[in-house]
């Protein structure tokens, strides 16, 4: 069963960074799509940022020019670099990934536990 695992998350200062950590494991082929999402409190679930298998990353427009996506092929790890830090950027960030599983076209997918950020003074 293939499992995602999500670290980094924990209170910072307006201003601050922090880097959060998905980290997949199990049988897997290779990667079709990883994502991050974000969810406050009574709003609605965000799209964060994305990346293909390809390697096209994307970002929703509240985190362009402070968010940064990268990935580790080989360690089947997405990365999210969060720098300056606002209030409103506080919510719970969830992994979601679709992996193939064979060289057959098969697909997994699922979310990680999620990890709490908090950005206050």
């Known amino acids: 069963q293939v499992q995602l695992v999500e670290s980094g998350g924990g209170l910072v200062q307006p201003g601050g960074s922090l880097r959060l950590s998905c980290a997949a494991s199990g049988s897997i082929f290779s990667a079709k799509e990883m994502n991050w999402f974000r969810q406050a409190p009574g709003k609605e679930r965000e799209l964060v940022a994305s990346i293909t298998g390809g390697g096209r990353i994307s970002y929703g427009d509240s985190v362009k020019g402070r968010f940064s996506l990268s990935r580790d092929n080989a360690k089947n790890t997405v990365y999210l670099h969060m720098n300056s830090l606002r209030p409103e950027d506080t919510a719970v960030y969830y992994c979601?990934?679709?992996?193939?599983?064979?060289?057959?076209?098969?697909?997994?997918?699922?979310w990680g536990q999620g990890t709490q950020v908090i950005v206050s003074s």
């Open positions: 979601n990934a679709e992996f193939f599983i064979d060289d057959l076209g098969s697909t997994w997918n699922g």
